[in-house]
């Protein structure tokens, strides 16, 4: 049986948000890295569903400086009375702005491991996981990125 999908472009971050602009220098490396914190971000907001349901991915369009990145949002029927644009955010939320601070710090050590400017020693345990933590949707999420305060091993923040 054919089923009718639905695609709409909801950019490559919150509207209100300075997002990477094509041609910059560092467009290709922060492009996905904003995209994918986005998707995390809309999965908050609209709930993880089956990807025939309604799912967000990345993709590549053609430009004249070459290719940019927006967020989709693929859908049938059913993914189409779950999601309203009106509920789109025009803010990164806490937990996204700690993932942008996290993923920025953990490619610059990477980066630093890399051409031997540090020993892995020297990383902080944050930023060796290999992926996102989970960070709470509080405002110091963003300070736990940064590794200023450690991050929690229980409920400690629900109850601030």
Request: with cysteine; proline share 8%; hydrophobic share 45%.
């Amino acid at each position: 049986m054919f089923q009718k999908f639905l695609e709409i472009e909801v950019g490559p971050a919150p509207w209100e948000e300075e997002c990477a602009q094509v041609g910059s220098d560092d467009y290709a490396k922060r492009s996905p890295m904003e995209c994918a914190v986005y998707i995390r971000q809309l999965g908050r907001i609209f709930g993880v569903h089956a990807p025939e349901v309604l799912s967000f991915v990345r993709r590549s369009f053609p430009h004249d400086f070459g290719r940019y990145h927006e967020v989709v949002a693929c859908m049938n029927a059913a993914g189409h009375a779950l999601f309203d644009e009106s509920r789109l955010p025009a803010q990164w939320d806490h937990v996204a702005r700690a993932e942008l601070a996290w993923l920025c710090l953990s490619d610059r050590y990477r980066r630093l491991l890399r051409d031997g400017d540090c020993d892995l020693l020297d990383v902080p345990a944050l930023y060796r996981l290999g992926t996102i933590p989970d960070f709470p949707d509080h405002p110091v999420a963003h300070w736990l990125a940064l590794g200023l305060v450690p991050m929690p091993t229980g409920p400690a923040l629900a109850f601030h």
